[in-house]
C-alpha cells in the first residue's frame, strides 16, 4: 500500500512539474502531426483557384483539453517557400512540445510579372492574398471550435498568429490591419476588387479572424497609419541589416531589387508603443535578413517569445473574442479630441452617442467587423455609447473623450 501512494505522490510532483513548465518550456517528448489538412479556396492572381492547406501539430499523449493555438506562415517574398520550410517545422515542434496546438499554413503564392511596370502593386495584391488567407485559417479554428465539437481541443480565447518575412508581413497585416479605410486608396480599391480582408467565401465566413497575439520575425507593414488595434500583443524580432525586409521605413526587395516601400519591425514596435498597445521588440545589430540560420539566435527567439506569450496571453490574455456571437469592443478609451471612435461587433447593430444630459449629439449604424464613428467633431468631455443588436441587446459604455 505504501508503495502505491509512494508511486501515486511521484506521479502527482511529476504532473505539476509538467504544467509548471508547460508553454514555457518543451515538456512533451514528441508531437503529432495532421497534414494536408484543407481550410480554404480562393483564386490566385491568374483567376485559377487554389486549394488553402495547413499542417497541425499537437503534442503527443496531451490530454488538456482547451490548449492556446499557433497559427504560422512561411517567408519567400509572396512568391516561394512551403508550409514544410524546416524552419517553420522546427517552430510548430518546439512549440507543440511545450504544450501548445501549433499550424503551418499554406497561402496564395505568385505575382503578375508580365505587369513590369507596377510590380509595387502586384506585390501588394499578393500581400491581399496572403491576409485574406491567414484570417480563413483563423475562421477554421472558430468554426471547428464551435460547430464540430472543437477536434483539436483548442481555447478560442488564446489564438497566436505569426509569421517570417513574408508570413510575418501577412500576419502583421492580419492583425493590426482591420478598417480599410485607415489605407493608402490603392490598398482600398484592391480590396474591394479581391473581396476584402476576409476574401468574401474564402473558407469558413462569417467566423472571426482575431488573435490575442502577434509574433513578428523581420516582418513589416506597408504603413503604419494601418496599424488600428491597441490589444493585440506583439512581439518583434529584426535584424537592422536587413536588405530584404526594411528594419525601418525603405524598400521591401525581391532578387535584390527594390520594390515596394514599406515600415518595418522598428516602425511597427513605435507605433504599437505610441497607441499604448503592449509590444515587445528585440533588434539584432549588424543582422540580416535570415535570423534564425543561427542556431543560438534562433534558440534565443523562441524562448524570448515563449516568455512573453505566456505572460501576455496564457496567463493574462488581453481580449476575449468568444464570449458570445453578439460581443462588442470599442477602442481607443479615452480619446483624443479630433479623432475617430472604432467598434468592433459581431452583430449589426445601431448606436447613439449622448452626452452627460442624454441628449444625442451622434447617431448611425454598426456592420459586423469594425466601424468608425464620427466623433472628429466632438468637443473634450464625458459621453455615454449605446449599442442596440437586432437582438434587442443594449449595451452602454461610458466614452472619455480628452
Known sequence: ???????????????????????????FSSVDVSSGINYGSAPAWSTFPISLAMDIYEPNGDTETSRPLMILAHGGSFTAGSRTDAYIVAICESFAKRGYVTVSISYRLGINFANVS?????????TIRAIQ?????????????????????????????GGYSAGSISAIHSQLFKIPASSPAFIQQSLSSLGGLEGGNN?????????????????AILDTSMVNLPDVPTIGFHGDADDVVPFGIGFASFNGTPIVEMHGSSIVDAKLQRIGATSAFHSYP????????????????????????YQNV??????????????????????????????????PSE??????????VKSGKLTIGYSQLDTEQLKSGTYILRILNDS???????IVIQ
Do not use: C
Not at 488567407?133 to 483539436?152: L, V
Open 133 to 161: 488567407d491567414f484570417n480563413a485559417s483563423i475562421r477554421y479554428f472558430y468554426k471547428s471550435a464551435r460547430t464540430d465539437g472543437n477536434p483539436y481541443a483548442i481555447d478560442t480565447n488564446r489564438i497566436i498568429v
Open 392 to 398: 434587442k441587446q443594449i449595451q452602454n459604455q461610458k
Open 286 to 309: 549588424g543582422a540580416g535578413h535570415d535570423l534564425l540560420s543561427n542556431l543560438v539566435q534562433a534558440d534565443s527567439i523562441l524562448t524570448k517569445a515563449a516568455r512573453f506569450f
Open 203 to 219: 473558407g469558413s465566413p462569417s467566423y472571426p479572424s482575431r488573435s490575442v497575439g502577434l509574433w513578428n520575425m523581420a516582418g
Open 118 to 126: 507596377a510590380l509595387d502593386q502586384e506585390l501588394q495584391k499578393a
Open 1 to 27: 500500500m505504501k508503495i502505491k501512494q509512494y508511486a501515486f505522490s511521484l506521479l502527482l510532483i511529476f504532473s505539476l512539474s509538467i504544467q509548471a513548465q508547460r508553454y514555457k518550456t518543451e515538456v
Open 314 to 347: 496564457i496567463q493574462n490574455a488581453s481580449i476575449s473574442v468568444d464570449e458570445n456571437f453578439g460581443s462588442h469592443k470599442v477602442f481607443p478609451n479615452p480619446l483624443k479630441a479630433g479623432s475617430k471612435l472604432t467598434v468592433e461587433t459581431t452583430l
Open 351 to 360: 448606436w447613439e452617442l449622448t452626452d452627460m444630459n442624454g441628449r444625442i
